[in-house]
């Protein structure tokens, strides 16, 4: 197997999907609820996104070709939908439209495009396109599957956290992720017109 590749592989996805840097957007998406719904709603979110990664690595350029989509648009789609994320986060909405219309936070927006983003899905892509052997392939799906357990390991232990912290501090991380949310969105955005203006 290719160690090298394995770990090349988990740094980078581990830096894009960035499981602390998901942590508080989690507490705030799913502050108000069972500590039960929380949990599903970690490995739903994980689940989730291990699957848009896996899909898009095995036929991600081939659909992108099918449906003449760059990689540039995909990353300003995904960039405008994590900013409405932010924008809700930031302006304190308490009312939480994703819990009343019966949206699934592990699905939307936390499975993608917050975790399988387009900076994941790109970079699946052109790691999926190194592999020659059965040697790269073990060394792919290992470093894939060990930043998803990363991934809910950070989640789950989250409740915790939020325990200790409690209703105002959740108000406060809620507004800090709704700020860094939502400048992570505006670069995704920024990336992908830069992509365009440069082809």
């Known amino acids: 197997m290719n160690v090298t590749l394995m770990v090349e592989v988990f740094v980078t996805l581990f830096v894009i999907m960035d499981p602390v840097g998901t942590v508080p957007i989690f507490l705030s998406l799913t502050s108000g609820r069972s500590a039960a719904t929380a949990r599903r709603a970690a490995w739903q979110a994980v689940l ?9 690595a095995v036929f991600g350029q081939g659909i992108l070709d099918y449906l003449s989509i ?10 405008l939908l994590l900013l409405l994320v932010a924008l ?8 939480e439209p994703t819990a009343t219309t019966g949206t699934n936070v592990a699905l939307v927006p936390l499975g993608t495009p917050l975790l399988a983003g387009p900076g994941a ?4 892509m052109v790691f999926t396109r190194r592999v020659h052997d059965v040697g790269d392939l073990a060394a792919v799906a290992l470093g894939i599957i060990g930043v998803h357990i990363v991934l809910w390991a950070a989640m789950r232990f989250s409740l915790p956290i939020l325990r200790l912290i409690r ?3 959740v108000m406060l991380v809620t507004r800090i992720a709704g700020l860094l949310l939502s400048a992570i969105a505006v670069q995704m955005v920024a990336d992908a017109v830069r992509a365009f203006i440069e082809s």
């Open 48 to 56: 989730v996104a291990f699957f848009v990664i896996v899909v898009f």
């Open 70 to 79: 760059s990689l540039a648009a995909l990353q300003c789609a995904g960039g």
């Open 88 to 95: 809700e986060l930031l302006t304190g909405n308490d009312e």
């Open 121 to 124: 899905i790109v970079a699946t």
């Open 167 to 169: 209703e105002s501090g």
